[in-house]
């Protein structure tokens, strides 16, 4: 008996081993996500040349499409900050997060599984910098709010062009948000136990409004002109508006710079390769014209490139429709953790481990996206713009529930044609003043006084109008979705069909749109007032 004690224990210490070799073989995760950073980098300029993506320089996104995959249909699921947010982190469609589906008034339901969270209970190392989910109560709830924050090297990186623009010395200024970003990060490793495996959020919020003017030339090189003919043609390409896009691909730069330091303390440590390294961003242009908060392609379609070492067969263009709920279970899969039923989305693993490019998995033809509140109607009584779409290769389906109400919210001219038409000033600095859902910019300033110009009508239609309940655009002869053919007779039964599709899949998930009355979002708590400061 005494003798057989040294091999049974050795047995164990070998199960105990193996165990712990496996647990630390799991791959560590780096999300690099940006607040309001639409699809725009060099990487895309070379496989669609002739867009904004043209006048960028994105060396470190590039390089993780280059030894990864890079997705070139890539969709939000809301393109709304916080519902976005809610439906990427708990693997579900925004409507089924509750009062996580709205912007204005959203409030965490803690009942509900997030990747992060679930991570943790499964021995990860979690933690966060800058933003996560917000506004809403709590700040960052679905990642372990304050508990898994890392800040305390400064968030000084969020207004990144504020900040070195009031500098003699443009690159010392720009280096210490470098040293701000690397400090936060290994401030989250340091706390590491051990081996285990870690999952990181960057959540940098300098694509947001608002940067300084004339930022994306002083600060990257990027001149304004260059853009002459690369506007979207629903948008006026006049000097202001070459200039507000210029400043934002600059902060999708300063974006790219600081992944690249992320990157670099990865390699540093010797752990890029078993890290997964995705990118991407939460939805369209902030402040412009069917941008943000709009289901054209302006507004949802977004970056995703991910990167993981040799498990992820390298420098492949994928077709396949992702929408970024998506993530959520893929992470949970890489980690070995089953994904609870709840999740609608479905891991991209067989998808990324994949040597194929172009359409790997035939059944990814499509996306769900939607938008119910964001800030516009925070008045007293103020009801949401609800809007559903199906996009896909081809075609983009949008059904606007209540087609009476504003889009961007109300304003002059548009809905409320007494009040007396704002500043160029308070245009450009007071989002809530007039058509609260389009931020404060430039070049909300500068159409919007434009009012009672007959020839700026149409753009002010794409910008403010009223829609029709359906629209339907064909993607192959009309990229920008401009010209609606739902009410055209040759066009109606691939109307129907998309539309049958779009109401399937919300039937089934159980979207408060379509079941029962429908009034589920137009009522308290979903639109109770909120004060919010200019």
Known sequence: MIQRLPT?????????????VCADERPNIVFAFADDLGRYASVYAELE?????????????????????????????????????????????????????????????????????LLEKNGYHIGH???????????????????TAYNKLG????????????????????QELYDEVRGNFTDFLS????????????????????????????????????????????????????????????????FDAGLGVLLDELEKRGELENTIVVVSGDHGFPGMPRGKCNLYDFGVHVPLMIRWGKEVPANRVVDDFVCLPDLA????????????????????????????????????????????????????????????????????????FEPDRWPMGDGPGYGIADVELPTYDELANKTT??????????????????????????FLDFAYGLRPEEELYDLRDDPFQMHNLAENDDDQEIKQQLSNRLMKVLRETG??????????????PYTDRVRRKQ
């Open 511 to 524: 979207d408060p749109r379509v079941i029962g009355d429908g009034s589920t979002f137009d009522n308290p």
């Open 191 to 254: 706390d590491q136990e051990g081996d285990e495996p870690y999952c990181y959020w960057f959540g940098p919020t300098n694509c947001h409004r608002k940067w300084v003017q004339g930022s994306g030339k002083k600060l990257w090189g990027i001149d304004p002109d260059d853009l002459k003919g690369k506007i979207p043609p629903f948008l006026p390409d006049v000097p202001v508006i070459r200039e507000d896009v210029a400043d934002y691909l600059g902060e999708a730069m300063a």
């Open 329 to 400: 279970p893929t992470f949970l899969e890489a980690a070995g953790v089953t994904p609870p039923e709840v999740m609608t989305a479905r891991s991209l693993v067989p998808v990324l481990k994949s040597e194929e490019s172009g359409q790997v998995d035939p059944t990814r033809d499509s996306v769900i996206i939607g938008r119910e509140r964001h800030v516009a109607n925070v008045r007293e009584n103020a009801l949401p713009y609800p809007h559903r779409a199906i996009r896909t290769r081809d075609y983009l389906y949008i059904r606007n």
């Open 155 to 174: 968030n000084k990186f969020n207004g990144f062009s504020q900040y070195v623009s009031k500098r003699d010395d443009v690159d010392v200024a720009k």
């Open 8 to 20: 049974f224990f050795t047995i164990v210490l070998g199960m105990v081993l193996s165990v712990s």
């Open 129 to 147: 910098s800058n933003k996560v989910w917000s506004p809403g109560k709590v700040a960052n709830a679905p990642y372990g709010a304050k508990r």
């Open 49 to 117: 040349p002739g867009g904004l993506s043209d006048v960028v320089t994105t060396p470190n996104i590039d390089r993780v499409a280059e030894e990864g995959v890079l997705f070139r249909n890539a969709f939000v699921n809301a393109p709304s900050c916080t519902p976005c947010r809610s439906s990427l982190l708990s693997g579900q469609y925004f409507w089924r997060t509750g009062m996580g589906a709205i912007l204005a008034g959203a409030i965490w339901d803690e009942t509900i599984p997030t990747y992060p969270l």
């Open 433 to 458: 003043i007039a058509f609260g859902d389009l931020d404060a910019s430039p070049s909300k300033a500068w159409l919007t006084v434009r009012m009672n110009e007959p020839e700026m009508k149409p």
